[in-house]
């Protein structure tokens, strides 16, 4: 290999490397905007919508990276993980909030393997359906992981579905139509640079 494609695939590794971190932290920003909820121990936060965001833009591999990065990160013991939690470190990762946070890479690698960038000028009706399925498909992961540790906290699938699923329901309706028109026009820009 010549100097000169080394040079660029050093160059194409640090851009993907610092985009893998930002990823990293823009969730563990977007945990910090969190609120309690009556009733129940999980807090409503902007995680999952930052998670699918970085899944989308960065793609499968760059975007679950980026959240076993942001993982590791709390897990040391780092302030990345949403406040209203009274768990530190490896044991958020055990608590009510632990199946969230476990399902992130598989949520983020989901929406990045099923959201494709558009090829041609302009936006399709099968491009915003593609970029629905793929951010439903990472919020269901979501929950699905979150109903899971829940369940086995609290032993009960249905007061685990009232404590984790049911109040964030509308939340999520709302994530969908913020993060589609999003994931459309800045998903092609943010691929072809990584």
């Known amino acids: 290999m010549t100097e000169a494609t080394l040079g660029v695939r050093r160059a194409a590794l640090g851009v993907r490397g610092l985009a893998v971190v930002l990823g990293a932290v823009l969730v563990a920003i977007a945990a910090q ?42 897990a040391a013991g780092l302030p990345v993980f949403t406040p209203t939690v009274p768990l530190l470190g490896v044991a958020r990762l055990l608590g009510p909030t632990g199946g969230y946070l476990l399902a992130y890479p598989v949520a983020a690698f989901a929406v990045g393997a099923l959201l494709t960038p558009g090829r041609r000028p302009g936006v399709s009706t099968t491009q915003w359906l593609r970029a629905a399925l793929a951010v439903f498909t990472g919020l269901v992961l979501i929950h699905l992981g979150g109903l899971a540790q829940l369940a086995i906290l609290t032993g009960d699938l249905s007061a685990a579905a009232r404590f984790g699923t049911i109040p964030f329901l509308l939340g999520d309706l709302l994530k969908l139509a913020v993060l589609v028109p999003i994931l459309i026009k800045l998903t092609p820009t943010i691929r072809a640079r990584l």
């Open 33 to 74: 905007i969190s609120i309690p909820l009556p009733g129940t121990p999980v807090p409503m936060t902007l995680q999952p919508m930052a998670v699918l965001l970085v899944g989308g833009l960065l793609g499968a591999r760059l975007g679950a990276l980026s959240m076993i990065l942001y993982l590791a990160m709390g």
